[in-house]
């Protein structure tokens, strides 16, 4: 069996539905493929942040926010620090409940998707133009003859592996090591927590709340997945002990994440990469599922597009800021991961909590205790005021943006 479409979606993630959806509402006959016979068991810590609600091509439904976050705990183990406001509010999700959501979206939008259904090989033109996609699904093959592709299919991306343009080192992709865990007896229930030390090499542990009694308790590397395990019992049964000692594990969240890029270009030919496959998400978080969205609707509408509708100017647009201070984040981050131990923890907790780059060149040089009083002395004076006020700053900027 042949199919033919304007616009094949690899990947049913936020990415991928959010892509399909666009598409098809732009009268493009649009397939997507999923790997997966249904959509489970996501492996997700299930955190967003409120503040890029007005970026969204549509509104979440209510019934899809699980639980409110107040604002985000920051530790080191002795040193703490509460930010609230804005910038630090979210909510929870179910990723299953939401994931299937987005795809029934863009189902309804018109899009064709097929489950179970992976892309096994491609043909290649001399002029870089995939023409021809073999796909597998129900142990059949079958050919899909597509004029653009929007390949959303995740970390290490299948799609670039078959172009021959993914170039990945160990220090590309994130591991997290995480469970969702019941009884747990939450310190700030509706807080998220982040933790820093040598049980997250070059990265952080987490506690985000699901319920007064539910979390997703995780830890996270970019040094590679050895120990992860060994590292999450370190930070369960020391580090958060008294929240956790009668917690039982249900649900395995672990997974990946992409920190550096894998891919030379967005853009190869007529493949567009979005989501995960082109790294899209904000460092030090690693943020990736409402900035899927927006960008796979983004990749969505210029797909089909007859005009001279760019792609990747319409990302910078929209969110060239936030992707410009996530790329010098990381920098930061890889740059002063030799400093001792307790200053490091410090310093990332400074940078978490404030994203203030230029900040962080200046306490590099400082002492212990001087990096301790200057952080806690900022918490107190970013309050809930000065992040609403810049926030408003902000979303005037985004309204200029929105044109759908």
């Known amino acids: 069996?042949?199919?033919?479409?304007?616009?094949?979606?690899?990947?049913?993630?936020?990415?991928?539905?959010?892509?399909?959806?666009?598409?098809?509402?732009?009268?493009?006959?649009?397939?997507?493929?999923?790997?997966q016979k249904r959509i489970t068991n996501v492996p997700c810590a299930e955190g967003i942040g409120s503040y890029l609600f007005p970026l969204l091509p549509f509104k979440i439904p209510k019934n899809q926010l699980l639980w409110k976050i107040d604002g985000i705990a920051f530790s080191d183990g002795e040193t703490e620090i509460i930010q609230h406001g804005t910038f630090y509010r979210g909510w929870s999700i179910e990723r299953e409940k939401f994931d299937n959501w987005l795809l029934n979206e863009a189902k309804n939008s018109g899009a064709q998707v097929l489950m179970n259904t992976e892309c096994i090989n491609l043909k290649l033109s001399k002029e870089k133009i995939v023409n021809q996609i073999e796909i597998k699904q129900k142990k059949k093959t079958h050919i899909i003859q597509p004029k653009k592709i929007i390949a959303a299919d995740g970390v290490e991306s299948n799609i670039a592996r078959n172009l021959g343009i993914l170039q990945k080192t160990e220090e590309s992709v994130g591991h997290v090591y995480s469970w969702e865990m019941k009884n747990v007896d939450i310190k700030y229930p509706h807080y998220e927590q982040m933790y820093f030390g040598d049980f997250a090499p070059r990265a952080y542990a987490y506690v985000f709340p699901k319920s007064s009694t539910n979390a997703n308790i995780g830890v996270g590397s970019t040094k590679g997945e050895k120990k992860l395990e060994n590292y999450f019992e370190e930070f369960v049964e020391g580090i958060i002990h008294p929240q956790t000692k009668n917690a039982v594990k249900t649900v395995n969240r672990s997974g990946k994440a992409p920190i550096k890029n894998m891919i030379p270009e967005t853009i190869y030919g007529n493949v567009i990469f979005t989501g995960d496959a082109a790294n899209q998400n904000f460092k030090p978080y690693v943020e990736g599922i409402l900035p899927s969205i927006i960008c796979g609707d983004i990749a969505g509408k210029a797909a089909p597009s007859k005009d001279n509708c760019s792609y990747e100017d319409l990302i910078k647009t929209k969110l060239g800021k936030q992707f410009k201070q996530s790329n010098k984040i990381l920098e930061k981050m890889y740059d002063y991961d030799k400093l001792p131990k307790k200053k490091k923890n410090l310093i990332n907790m400074y940078l978490f909590a404030f994203m203030d780059i230029d900040k962080i060149e200046?306490?590099?040089?400082?002492?212990?205790?001087?990096?301790?009083?200057?952080?806690?002395?900022?918490?107190?004076h970013v309050n809930s005021f000065i992040t609403m006020f810049q926030y408003f700053i902000w979303y005037a900027k985004v309204l200029t943006t929105r044109r759908d």
């Not at 200046?362 to 107190?380: F, H, M, N």
Request: charged share 30%; aromatic share 0%; hydrophobic share 40%.
């Open 1 to 35: 069996m042949t199919l033919e479409c304007d616009v094949l979606v690899v990947g049913g993630g936020p990415a991928g539905s959010s892509a399909a959806r666009a598409a098809a509402k732009k009268g493009a006959k649009t397939i997507l493929i999923e790997k």
């Open 362 to 380: 200046e306490l590099k040089s400082k002492d212990i205790d001087t990096i301790k009083s200057e952080l806690l002395s900022k918490s107190r």
